[in-house]
T-cell receptor
Framework: DARVTQTPRHKVTEMGQEVTMRCQPI?????VFWYRQTMMQGLELLAY????????DSGMPKDRFSAEMPDATLATLKIQPSEPRDSAVYFC?????????????FGSGTRLTVV | EDQVTQSPEALRLQEGESSSLNCSYT??????LFWYRQDPGKGPEFLFT???AGEEKEKERLKATLTKKESFLHITAPKPEDSATYLC??????????????FGKGTKLSVKP
């Protein structure tokens, strides 16, 4: 089965450090999402891309978060500087809405702990 | 404001005891209601998409239904391996934009043998 690959699976870092999370979407999927999951808020959208172009990043704190798709096989989410409140599980998902593939596929997530 | 509310937050069943999970939603135009299953330490796994009121979909012991205000996930004769958190999400119709899913907080299902 095709899958979305996220690295690293776990990351522990100190407050103020830069964190980069990576995602390899499923080949051929034209839409890529970044979600954050916490116990309190559940799954929240941070940003998403269509054909590598950013469509919506209103869920991201712009002063510290950035998301990019340097090519069709790689999406990145960067936090600089990181803060303890950023501790969460970050999921990448890919899909092709409107093309008969409406169920987005999620990766296994990156569990981030900022101490 | 677009919103998804799931109930109950947690549900404990005995193996074979059928039940239903509820997902209520308010959205400015619905372009699909999604059900996902999430196991601990894993990402959500897609189950169903429903597009219009009256639609039903089935997969093994699961059946999802949709009305104009809510969706139900019926679990018939559940087994311990059905234990997971079940997430409901809606995709709003934002003037042609095709994308974001708005998730509920999930129902954690435990099925005891």
């Amino acid at each position: 089965d095709a899958r979305v690959t996220q690295t690293p699976r776990h990351k522990v870092t100190e407050m103020g450090q830069e964190v980069t999370m990576r995602c390899q979407p499923i080949l051929g999927h034209n839409t890529v999402f970044w979600y954050r999951q916490t116990m309190m808020q559940g799954l929240e959208l941070l940003a998403y891309f269509r054909n590598r172009a950013p469509l919506d990043d209103s869920g991201m704190p712009k002063d510290r978060f950035s998301a990019e798709m340097p090519d069709a096989t790689l999406a990145t989410l960067k936090i600089q500087p990181s803060e303890p409140r950023d501790s969460a599980v970050y999921f990448c998902a890919s899909g092709q809405p409107g093309q008969g593939i409406d169920g987005y596929t999620f990766g296994s997530g990156t569990r981030l702990t900022v101490v | 404001e677009d919103q998804v509310t799931q109930s109950p937050e947690a549900l404990r069943l005995q193996e074979g005891e059928s039940s239903s999970l509820n997902c209520s939603y308010t959205v400015s135009g619905l372009r699909g209601l999604f059900w996902y299953r999430q196991d601990p330490g894993k990402g959500p796994e897609f189950l169903f998409t429903l597009y219009s009121a009256g639609e039903e979909k089935e997969k093994e012991r699961l059946k999802a239904t949709l009305t104009k205000k809510e969706s139900f996930l019926h679990i018939t004769a559940p087994k311990p391996e059905d234990s997971a958190t079940y997430l409901c999400a809606v995709r709003p119709n934002y003037g042609g934009s095709q994308g974001n899913l708005i998730f509920g907080k999930g129902t954690k299902l435990s099925v005891k043998p």
